[in-house]
């Protein structure tokens, strides 16, 4: 499951019954459930970055602009540097990880400042960036049913 490991916050996914059918067909088969979940693993990394750059939510609606105070504070010393929400140093960006074994794949940060912009706060707004699409979903489905039925090498 996707989480922000750092500080113990999950971000339950569900409504993956047919991604659990095929783990299961998968450990009936006696095939190494670990091949297809480092594949997912990578995949969901790479659509958590993707969420920086697209700067939106999980249902399409763009993050929050930043405050102009922020926006003054960032650029003190820096001149008109672009200030970028959550990537003007690209430390949270940099921490997305996965972790893959024979149970599952999980993708977070370690990055202790993640949850605030995860869930937001009093005073700083929500802006996820670790989230599943339906297309994603449908992705790691298919890569799972191909370990099943075909050669595990087509996978990447």
């Known amino acids: 499951m996707p989480s922000i ?3 113990n916050a999950n971000v ?3 409504g993956l019954d047919e991604v659990r059918q095929a783990v299961a067909r998968l450990e009936r088969a006696q095939r190494d459930p670990s091949i297809p979940f480092r594949v997912i693993g990578e995949r969901m990394r790479r659509a958590q970055l993707q969420h920086f750059d697209d700067k939106e939510g999980p249902d399409g609606t763009p993050w929050p ?3 102009e105070a922020t926006i003054a504070r960032r650029r003190e010393g820096s001149g008109d ?3 970028q929400t959550l990537r003007d140093t690209d ?8 972790k893959a074994d024979r149970r599952g794949v999980s993708v977070g940060t370690n990055d ?3 949850e605030f912009h995860q869930f937001g706060t009093d005073n700083i ?5 670790i989230y599943m ?3 994603d979903a449908d992705e790691y489905l298919s890569i799972l049913t191909q370990h099943v039925i075909k050669d595990p090498l087509k996978m990447v």
Do not use: C, Q, W
Request: aromatic content about 10%; glycine content about 4%.
């Open 81 to 83: 540097a672009e200030v």
């Open 133 to 135: 699409t339906d297309d």
């Open 125 to 129: 707004p929500m802006r996820p960036f």
């Open 12 to 14: 339950e996914l569900r």
């Open 91 to 98: 430390v949270m960006y940099t921490s997305i990880n996965y």
């Open 65 to 67: 602009p930043l405050s």
């Open 112 to 114: 202790p400042k993640a």
């Open 5 to 7: 490991s750092g500080h």
